[in-house]
């Protein structure tokens, strides 16, 4: 029986994962959030986490890159509204 119910503990730490996944969090993101939401230990979640970039080299790859892209875009964003809101401010300065 301890076999079945470890290996069921295992599911729902990797179905909690691949829900962090969906938010496009970090391994330790998503370690900070289970431990905090899910009472889980951040030890439990890396090793499963670990496991599931073994077992989906590929899917972990373009996974960490699609973030960097998206992360990317968001300063990117962050930097136009800055540059937005210097303009303004200089703006109201020449008149």
């Not at 969906?22 to 090793?47: G, R, W």
Request: glycine share 2%.
């Amino acid at each position: 029986m301890g076999d079945s119910s470890s290996a069921s503990y295992i599911r729902m730490v990797q179905h909690l994962i691949e829900k962090c996944l969906i938010f496009q969090m970090t391994k330790e993101e998503c370690m900070e959030a289970l431990s905090k939401h899910a009472n889980m230990k951040p030890v439990i979640t890396s090793t499963v986490w670990k496991e599931l970039e073994k077992e989906n080299k590929e899917f972990f790859d373009n996974y960490k890159r699609n973030r960097q892209d998206r992360m990317s875009e968001s300063e990117t964003t962050q930097m136009i509204q800055n540059m937005i809101s210097n303009s303004s401010r200089g703006s109201s300065l020449d008149d």
